[in-house]
C-alpha cells in the first residue's frame, strides 16, 4: 500500500502538472525539467527533515498553486491536500536537524478514542 500509495499518486500529479503546463504553453518545458530529474524521491528519506524544516513556506504556496489550477479548470484538490499535509509540520520551521522519526510523528494527527453505538 505503501509503495501504490506513491506510484499512483506522483503518476496522478504528474498529469496535473503537465495539463496545467499546458493551459499556459510551456509544456515542453517542463517535460524537459522532468528528463533532466535524476531524484529518486521516494529512496531520499534523509532529504525529509528539510522538507518539514520549509513546509511552512510551501503550504502556502501550495495554496497558490491550487488556485492556478482552478482558475484553469484542473482539479485542486492533490495541491490543496498538499497544502494539508505540508501545515502538519508548521512547528518545525527551519528545523533542518529534525530526527526522521520526528518528522513520520508529526505527520500523524490524534487518533481519538473508539466510540460505540
Known amino acids: 500500500m505503501s509503495y501504490a500509495s506513491f506510484q499512483k499518486s506522483a503518476r496522478v500529479l504528474a498529469a496535473v502538472s503537465h495539463a496545467l503546463a499546458a493551459s499556459h504553453g510551456v509544456g515542453a518545458e517542463l517535460a524537459e525539467e522532468g528528463r533532466a530529474l535524476t531524484a529518486r524521491i521516494l529512496a531520499e528519506t534523509d532529504h525529509f527533515p528539510s ?13 497558490e ?19 494539508t499535509v ?12 529534525l530526527p526522521l ?5 508529526h505527520l500523524h494527527t490524534p487518533v481519538g ?3 460505540t453505538t
Open 86 to 97: 505540508l501545515r502538519h509540520w508548521n512547528e518545525d520551521k527551519d528545523r533542518l536537524d
Open 65 to 83: 498553486i491550487a488556485a492556478a489550477l482552478d482558475a484553469v479548470g484542473l482539479p485542486p484538490d492533490l495541491a490543496e491536500a498538499s497544502a
Open 113 to 115: 478514542p473508539a466510540t
Open 51 to 63: 522538507v518539514a524544516a520549509r513546509a511552512w513556506r510551501w503550504a502556502p504556496e501550495m495554496a
Open 101 to 105: 522519526e520526528d518528522v513520520y510523528a
